[in-house]
């Protein structure tokens, strides 16, 4: 399966903490996604990272990519109350001329004030 | 929200009534999907289309029928569902012919089968 493992299922710590999600894959990529989604809402997308790169930031986001250990991680930093959601990594493995991705199960995270 | 709208937002139906979900996208994306997420399983994709035509039926159950009018409108047409069908249905669009194929998605429809 294509399908990317998040790790840990939920996560629950103080506003301030850091909060680091870990995505495992089982095939070749040619992009992993990470999307958030706050309780019945629609996913929205948060940063890309390509097979090529190693690390990319985005303001409080930080994700790495292992394509050796077919891996990524989401660090938020200083976290705040508002990044109580779900989280999700999502896999291009390519094939497609749309650009399928194929949805892991979600790290629910929540930030205590 | 993100350029994708979605309607109804709630939707409660009988077995036997016929309903149809409604997405419409005004970011000038020519693909357009539909995904289901159910409690606790991963996000499970539906229909694909990619410039008005269906691209993946991802051996979706013949009660589900969708429709792309245009590049900008996709339906999903719902008749004698079945209880385990309550799912937030979620649309979702992108830009094909980029290397990156973000997709953005609409609030969803939380439907509920009774």
């Known amino acids: 399966s294509q399908q990317g493992e998040e790790d840990p299922q939920a996560l629950s710590i103080q506003e301030g903490e850091n909060a680091t999600m870990n995505c495992s894959y089982k095939?070749?990529?040619?992009?992993l996604q990470w999307y958030r989604q706050n309780s019945g809402r629609g996913l929205v997308h948060l940063i890309l990272?390509?097979?090529?790169?190693r690390e990319k930031h985005s303001g409080r986001l930080r994700v790495t990519l292992d394509t050796s250990k077919k891996s990524s991680s989401l660090l938020i930093t200083a976290s705040r109350a508002a990044d109580t959601a779900s989280y999700f990594c999502?896999?291009?493995?390519?094939?497609?001329?749309?650009?399928?991705?194929?949805f892991g199960q979600g790290t629910i995270l929540t930030v205590h004030p | 929200e993100t350029g994708v709208t979605q309607t109804p937002r709630h939707l409660v139906m009988g077995m036997t009534n016929k309903k149809s979900l409604k997405c419409e996208q005004h970011l000038g994306h020519n693909a357009m999907y539909w995904y289901k997420q159910s409690a606790k399983k991963p996000l499970e994709l539906m229909f694909v289309?990619?410039?008005?035509?269906?691209?993946e039926n991802n051996s979706v159950p013949s009660r589900f029928s969708p429709e792309c009018p245009n590049s900008s409108h996709l339906f999903l047409h719902l008749h004698t569902l079945q209880p385990e069908d309550s799912a937030l249905y979620l649309c979702a669009s992108s830009l094909t012919g980029t290397s990156s194929y973000e997709q953005y998605f609409g609030p969803g429809t939380r439907l509920t089968v009774t």
């Open positions: 095939t070749s990529i040619n992009n």
């Open positions: 289309y990619n410039f008005k035509e269906q691209t």
């Open positions: 999502a896999i291009n493995a390519g094939g497609t001329s749309y650009g399928k991705l194929t």
């Open positions: 990272i390509r097979s090529n790169e």
